[in-house]
């Protein structure tokens, strides 16, 4: 605030205010700075509020532990939500996305194990974004429900949720199954199906590798023309093990068989990968 001295002398009494910029948390002399700092020192440093307590009374600042936890909460409320949903449609009207999910340990959850899902877009894109999304069960519905309206590829594993959309496989995902069907013995010479299989696959990878410069129009072509005859000879081969029935091996090569149609959709646009490992 300002006023001026000479009109006081004439018994003139004015002040003149600054503009105030809005709070971002009304009934609350919290600034946006502090509130980030609270926020990333939890989140990010693992600081829990009753330690921030201390450290920032050591700074001269009276800010109690419930002031941070009610900070939190509310920013989540008033900022944090509508941006997610803003992030929740733009993610629906992708091309091409990318879903994984995994399990967590929340303290106070009546479930032994809760999930994180986490839905991100092409990593390309001009605008990447990923978005978490919590849920106490791994239902299906999960899934479903956030996919409801997505039309574009989807990269996933083999969970049957997202069955309903356009799913990418990932060969990353085959080619853990016959790393597990590797004999842990080799008392023969002759080369396991398994290691054949997956010897196949690091080649498909190096190919990949090196069209990865290219743009999706040239890397599709390449696909078409040097993949796909390997990834057929591949398919024939599988067709013609003799595995034990519900071994490994067996196990291996029906989960490739089964997603074929799923696996092979790298052949239909050139932006999609062999894998979900970017999730």
């Not at 809760?114 to 999304?133: D, Q």
Request: hydrophobic share 35%.
């Amino acid at each position: 605030c300002y006023c001026c001295k000479a009109c006081e002398q004439k018994g003139e009494s004015f002040f003149k205010k600054g503009p105030v910029p809005k709070p971002v948390i009304q009934n609350s002399l919290a600034s946006p700075s502090l509130v980030a700092e609270t926020i990333r020192l939890k989140f990010e440093q693992k600081v829990p509020a009753y330690r921030q307590e201390k450290y920032w009374q050591q700074l001269q600042l009276d800010i109690s532990r419930d002031n941070i936890v009610n900070w939190h909460i509310r920013v989540s409320e008033d900022y944090l939500t509508p941006l997610i949903e803003r992030l929740k449609q733009e993610f629906l009207h992708q091309d091409v996305g990318y879903a994984d999910e995994t399990p967590y340990r929340v303290l106070e959850s009546e479930k032994a194990t809760n999930y994180f899902w986490a839905f991100s877009n092409f990593e390309h894109s001009e605008k990447p974004f990923v978005i978490f999304h919590y849920a106490q069960t791994r239902s299906r519905e999960i899934p479903r429900a956030f996919l409801a309206d997505f039309k574009g590829y989807l990269h996933c594993d083999g969970y049957s949720s997202y069955d309903s959309i356009l799913p990418v496989r990932c060969y990353a995902h085959v080619r853990r199954k016959f790393y597990e069907a590797l004999p842990q013995t080799t008392a023969c010479e002759t080369i396991h199906p398994a290691e054949y299989v997956l010897n196949q696959l690091k080649k498909c990878f190096k190919l990949e590798q090196d069209w990865k410069p290219l743009s999706p129009k040239e890397r599709l072509v390449q696909r078409k023309a040097e993949l796909k005859p390997r990834m057929d000879a591949l398919y024939r081969y599988m067709g013609e093990i003799s595995a034990v029935p519900k071994s490994k091996l067996d196990k291996a090569i029906q989960y490739f068989m089964k997603y074929r149609k799923d696996l092979e959709r790298v052949f239909e646009d050139g932006r999609l990968e062999l894998t979900n490992n970017q999730s």
